[in-house]
């Protein structure tokens, strides 16, 4: 065929196509500037995007505090914390460093590495391979949210769990996997329900192995 039947084969963007695509970068660049000019804050939530081929979902504001002031209150004074797979509650845990704990990442996701020592590369696939300066049962508290409502998911990262908690749990999960984390932890369905920035299908539920603040009731004020 000659240059113009092939130009002619070439699919071209509507207007109304175009414009949208416009306004999309626009925003997109208005959302760099904002975080620029706004001296967008290290450990704020969202100042690393979600990536969905990932399974990343954070959690909103109000449920990453919550969960973040349980973990420091199961920790105790002094007390080391370990977030698997669940950055949005460690960046909330980072807000609040002027309390006394620490608190490291265990992340698939390498952008988190940007928090230096405190980021530990993992994978759950692999869920016993971790640095040998992770002394087992050291920490006070696991936080952690398996990537995949699978068993196979929960499965391996529950062996991450035990081989570092001193004992306590505080699982993040679908409500699906209640059956699961039950009899992969030993852990209890909680009355706190964990919410997402962005809206999921799937109901998520907190599971812990302890006397948690979790079980209160929505309006207790010692749980706020």
Not at 100 to 115: A, G, M, N, P, T
Not at 125 to 142: C, K, R
Not at 194 to 207: G, S
């Amino acid at each position: 065929m000659g240059g113009d039947d092939d130009d002619d084969d070439i699919p071209q963007l509507s207007s109304h196509t175009l414009a949208a695509l416009q306004e999309f970068w626009r925003d997109q660049q208005q959302r760099e500037g904002t975080k620029i000019s706004q001296g967008f804050k290290q450990y704020s939530i969202g100042s690393i995007e979600e990536d969905w081929q990932l399974s990343q979902f954070w959690y909103d504001d109000e449920t990453a505090l919550h969960l973040a002031n349980e973990a420091i209150l199961a920790a105790g004074r002094g007390g080391r914390i370990a977030c698997v797979s669940a950055p949005s509650v460690y960046q909330k845990l980072k807000e609040q460093d002027d309390k006394d704990f620490s608190v490291c990442i265990l992340e698939y996701d390498k952008r988190f590495s940007v928090y230096g020592e405190e980021f530990i590369f993992y994978d759950y696939n692999n869920p016993l391979n971790l640095p040998g300066n992770l002394i087992p049962h050291s920490f006070d508290i696991v936080l952690a949210d398996p990537p995949y409502l699978s068993e196979e998911c929960l499965r391996k990262t529950a062996e991450t769990i035990k081989y570092l908690t001193k004992g306590k749990i505080l699982l993040c999960t679908g409500a699906v996997m209640e059956e699961q984390a039950v009899k992969h932890l030993g852990v209890k369905m909680c009355n706190f329900t964990p919410k997402h920035a962005q809206n999921l299908a799937n109901e998520f539920r907190c599971y812990v192995n302890y006397d948690s603040g979790l079980d209160c009731d929505s309006s207790c004020s010692e749980c706020t």
